[in-house]
C-alpha cells in the first residue's frame, strides 16, 4: 500500500517543464509582432532614400526573424504576414495602396512570404526540441537522483516515499508505487509491474504520453525491479542468517547446558545410589561426603538454571531495576561467603575502599554478577592462587563510576579474546569445555542494564587477569541535620 508520509528532507520541488516565456502568450505574441513590424517600418521609412527594395525587405525579415526567436510561431506568421502588406502599401508603386504596378514583387511577396513561413516554422521546431531536451534532462536528473537516494534503501516504503518525492515534479503527473496493490487502477492510467506483489500506476498527463516519457517510465520501472529485488534478497539473506544465528545458539545452549547440567547429575544420582545401598559398608565420614557432594553439585545446578532465568529475563526486557542505596562491603561478604565453600584451596580476599559508604545499585544484580566473577575466577585458576573482590570509586571519569572487579594471579585471558568472552556461550580458551559461557555475559547485561559497561585487562602486577564492573555513580543525599529543640 502506498506510504503517506512526506519525505524528511524533501528538496525544493522543480517543475516538470520550463515556464512559458511571455512573449508566447497570444495576446503578448500579437502586440510583440505589431511593435517589432512597426518598429522595422520606421526604419525602412527613414531610410527608405538610401535602401534598395532589397535592403528594405532584408530589414522586415529581420524583424520576423527578432519574432520568431523570441515569441511564438503564430507572432512570427503575424510579422510576415504584417512586413509584406507594409512593404506593398508603403514601398512599392503606386505607394499607399495594394495595387502592383510591376508583377516582379508577387515574386518578391512570396520570397519573404516563404522566408517568413520557414523561419517561424524552423525556430519553432528549434524551440519545441530545446524544451523536449530540457524535460528530458530533467527526467534523467530525477531519475539519477532517485538512483542515489535508493542506494542503502532497506525498506520497499520508503522506495514509494522516493519515487514520489524525485519523479513526480519532473513527470508532471501522479506516480505511485503500490507495494500492495488493491483492485483495479484508475482509468486512463497507466500500470508497470516491477514485482510480484508491487505495481508502478502512472497516471495521465494533460500534455499526452510523449516517447521521452515512455523511455523515462520503463527506466523508472527497471531500476524499482531491481532495487525491490534487492531488498527483498537482502531481508531474505538476513532472515537465514538469524535463522542460522537462532540455530547455532540453540545448539549452544543445549550442548553447553547438557554438558553443564550432565557432570552435577551425574555425581548426584551416583552418590545417591550409594546411599541407598544398605548392606554397603562405609568408612567412617563417607556417607557425609556424600552427602555433601549431593549438595554442592544441587547448588550447581541451581546457579546453572539461575543463570539461564536471569539471562532470559535480563535480554527479554522483563528485569524492572530496582537500584537501591546499597553498601559495597556488605554485597562482597555475601558473596565470599556463599562461595568460600567452593573455594578449594583458593585464597578469596575482599578489598573495598572506605569512600563511599553507600551505592546506587540493584543489589540482586550486582551480587549475581559478583558470584559469575568469583565463579569464573575460581573455575579458570588452579588451588593456591588468590583472588581479590575490589571495590572503589573512579570519580576522575565523566560521569563517576563505581568499580567492583575481581582480579586473579592466574594463567589470563589473550588481548584478542578479552572482549568476546563477555559474549552468551562463549567460554575462555582454558575453560576445558566447563560451564555454559552464560556468566560473564550476565555481567555484562547487568552492567548494561544499569547504564555502565564491564572490561577485561591483564594485571599490572603479574600474570592474572581482572574483570571490572563500572557503575555510573552518584552521592547519596545527605539528610537535613535535626533541628534543634
Same mark, same amino acid.
Given at each position: 500500500?502506498?506510504?503517506?508520509?512526506?519525505?524528511?528532507?524533501?528538496?525544493?520541488?522543480?517543475?516538470?517543464v520550463?515556464?512559458?516565456?511571455?512573449?508566447?502568450?497570444?495576446?503578448?505574441?500579437?502586440? /510583440?509582432?505589431?511593435?517589432?513590424?512597426?518598429?522595422?517600418?520606421?526604419i525602412?521609412?527613414l @531610410?527608405?532614400?538610401?535602401?534598395?527594395?532589397?535592403?528594405?525587405?532584408?530589414?522586415l525579415l529581420? &524583424?520576423?526573424?527578432?519574432?520568431?526567436r523570441?515569441?511564438?510561431?503564430?507572432?512570427?506568421?503575424?510579422?510576415? =504576414?504584417?512586413?509584406?502588406?507594409?512593404?506593398?502599401v508603403?514601398?512599392?508603386?503606386?505607394? /499607399?495602396?495594394?495595387?502592383?504596378?510591376? !508583377?516582379?514583387?508577387l515574386?518578391t511577396?512570396?520570397?519573404?512570404?516563404?522566408?517568413?513561413?520557414?523561419?517561424?516554422?524552423?525556430?519553432?521546431?528549434?524551440?519545441?526540441?530545446?524544451?523536449?531536451?530540457?524535460?528530458?534532462?530533467?527526467?534523467?536528473?530525477?531519475?539519477?537522483?532517485?538512483?542515489?537516494?535508493?542506494?542503502?534503501?532497506?525498506d520497499?516504503?520508503?522506495?514509494?516515499?522516493?519515487?514520489?518525492?524525485?519523479?513526480v515534479?519532473?513527470?508532471?503527473?501522479?506516480?505511485?508505487?503500490?507495494?500492495?496493490?488493491?483492485?483495479?487502477?484508475d482509468?486512463?492510467?497507466?500500470?508497470l509491474?516491477?514485482?510480484?506483489?508491487?505495481?508502478?500506476?502512472?497516471? !495521465?498527463?494533460?500534455?499526452?504520453?510523449?516517447?521521452?516519457?515512455?523511455?523515462?517510465?520503463?527506466?523508472?520501472?527497471? *531500476?524499482?525491479?531491481?532495487?525491490?529485488?534487492?531488498?527483498?534478497?537482502?531481508?531474505?539473506?538476513?532472515?537465514?542468517?538469524?535463522?542460522?544465528?537462532?540455530? #547455532?545458539? #540453540?545448539?549452544?545452549?543445549?550442548?553447553?547446558?547438557?554438558?553443564? @547440567?550432565?557432570?552435577?547429575?551425574?555425581?548426584?544420582?551416583?552418590?545417591?545410589?550409594?546411599?541407598?545401598?544398605?548392606?554397603?559398608?562405609?568408612?567412617?565420614?563417607?556417607?557425609?561426603?556424600?552427602?555433601?557432594?549431593?549438595?554442592?553439585?544441587?547448588?550447581r545446578?541451581?546457579?546453572?538454571?539461575?543463570? @539461564?532465568?536471569?539471562?532470559?529475563?535480563?535480554e527479554?526486557?522483563?528485569?524492572?531495576?530496582?537500584?537501591?542505596?546499597?553498601?559495597?562491603?556488605?554485597?562482597?561478604?555475601?558473596v565470599l561467603?556463599?562461595?568460600?565453600?567452593?573455594?578449594?584451596?583458593?585464597?578469596?580476599?575482599?578489598r573495598?575502599?572506605?569512600?563511599?559508604?553507600?551505592?546506587?545499585?540493584?543489589a540482586?544484580l550486582?551480587?549475581?554478577?559478583?558470584?559469575?566473577?568469583?565463579?569464573?575466577?575460581?573455575?579458570?585458576?588452579?588451588?593456591?592462587?588468590?583472588?581479590?573482590?575490589?571495590?572503589?570509586?573512579?570519580?576522575?571519569?565523566?560521569?563517576? *563510576?563505581?568499580?567492583?572487579?575481581?582480579?586473579?594471579?592466574?594463567?589470563?585471558?589473550?588481548v584478542?579474546?578479552?572482549?568476546?568472552?563477555f559474549?552468551?556461550?562463549?567460554?575462555?580458551?582454558?575453560?576445558?569445555?566447563?560451564?555454559?559461557?552464560?556468566?560473564l555475559?550476565?555481567?555484562?547485561?547487568?552492567?548494561?542494564?544499569?547504564? =555502565?559497561?564491564?572490561?577485561?585487562?591483564?594485571?599490572?602486577? &603479574?600474570?592474572?587477569?581482572?574483570?571490572?564492573?563500572?557503575?555510573?555513580?552518584e552521592?547519596?543525599?545527605?539528610?537535613?541535620?535535626?533541628s534543634?529543640?
Amino acid at each position: 500500500m502506498p506510504i503517506e508520509e512526506p519525505m524528511s528532507h524533501a528538496a525544493a520541488p522543480r517543475s516538470p517543464v520550463p515556464p512559458v516565456p511571455p512573449l508566447e502568450r497570444p495576446l503578448v505574441a500579437l502586440a /510583440f509582432s505589431l511593435l517589432v513590424v512597426a518598429a522595422c517600418v520606421l526604419i525602412d521609412w527613414l @531610410l527608405y532614400p538610401r535602401l534598395s527594395e532589397s535592403d528594405l525587405v532584408m530589414v522586415l525579415l529581420v &524583424g520576423v526573424l527578432l519574432v520568431a526567436r523570441l515569441s511564438s510561431r503564430a507572432g512570427a506568421l503575424l510579422a510576415a =504576414g504584417l512586413g509584406v502588406a507594409a512593404f506593398d502599401v508603403l514601398f512599392v508603386e503606386p505607394r /499607399f495602396t495594394f495595387a502592383v504596378a510591376e !508583377s516582379r514583387y508577387l515574386v518578391t511577396f512570396a520570397v519573404m512570404t516563404a522566408t517568413g513561413l520557414v523561419l517561424a516554422t524552423t525556430t519553432a521546431r528549434l524551440r519545441r526540441q530545446a524544451r523536449q531536451a530540457w524535460e528530458r534532462s530533467q527526467q534523467l536528473r530525477a531519475l539519477n537522483e532517485l538512483a542515489q537516494a535508493l542506494v542503502g534503501v532497506g525498506d520497499p516504503h520508503q522506495v514509494a516515499d522516493a519515487v514520489r518525492h524525485h519523479v513526480v515534479p519532473s513527470l508532471g503527473r501522479t506516480v505511485e508505487l503500490q507495494l500492495e496493490p488493491q483492485g483495479d487502477a484508475d482509468p486512463g492510467a497507466r500500470v508497470l509491474a516491477v514485482g510480484p506483489r508491487a505495481r508502478l500506476v502512472v497516471g !495521465s498527463s494533460p500534455a499526452g504520453d510523449r516517447r521521452d516519457d515512455a523511455q523515462t517510465l520503463h527506466a523508472l520501472a527497471g *531500476q524499482l525491479t531491481v532495487t525491490l529485488q534487492r531488498i527483498a534478497a537482502a531481508n531474505a539473506r538476513q532472515a537465514a542468517e538469524l535463522d542460522a544465528e537462532r540455530e #547455532r545458539l #540453540r545448539t549452544s545452549l543445549l550442548s553447553s547446558v547438557s554438558h553443564d @547440567l550432565r557432570t552435577p547429575l551425574g555425581s548426584i544420582v551416583g552418590a545417591a545410589s550409594t546411599l541407598l545401598q544398605d548392606d554397603l559398608r562405609m568408612r567412617p565420614g563417607a556417607r557425609t561426603e556424600m552427602l555433601q557432594t549431593i549438595r554442592d553439585e544441587a547448588d550447581r545446578l541451581a546457579r546453572v538454571l539461575d543463570n @539461564l532465568l536471569h539471562m532470559t529475563r535480563i535480554e527479554g526486557g522483563r528485569v524492572a531495576l530496582r537500584r537501591d542505596w546499597e553498601a559495597p562491603e556488605e554485597l562482597a561478604a555475601a558473596v565470599l561467603e556463599r562461595l568460600r565453600p567452593r573455594a578449594e584451596g583458593h585464597g578469596l580476599e575482599a578489598r573495598i575502599a572506605a569512600e563511599p559508604e553507600l551505592v546506587p545499585c540493584d543489589a540482586t544484580l550486582v551480587e549475581l554478577s559478583l558470584i559469575n566473577l568469583v565463579e569464573n575466577a575460581l573455575t579458570h585458576t588452579p588451588p593456591g592462587t588468590t583472588i581479590e573482590l575490589r571495590g572503589y570509586l573512579q570519580d576522575e571519569s565523566d560521569p563517576p *563510576q563505581y568499580v567492583l572487579e575481581v582480579a586473579d594471579d592466574g594463567p589470563g585471558v589473550p588481548v584478542e579474546d578479552r572482549q568476546r568472552i563477555f559474549d552468551k556461550f562463549t567460554q575462555g580458551p582454558r575453560s576445558g569445555g566447563r560451564g555454559v559461557g552464560l556468566g560473564l555475559s550476565i555481567c555484562r547485561a547487568a552492567a548494561e542494564a544499569h547504564g =555502565g559497561r564491564v572490561e577485561a585487562v591483564g594485571r599490572d602486577d &603479574g600474570p592474572g587477569l581482572v574483570v571490572r564492573v563500572m557503575l555510573p555513580y552518584e552521592a547519596a543525599p545527605v539528610e537535613p541535620a535535626p533541628s534543634p529543640e
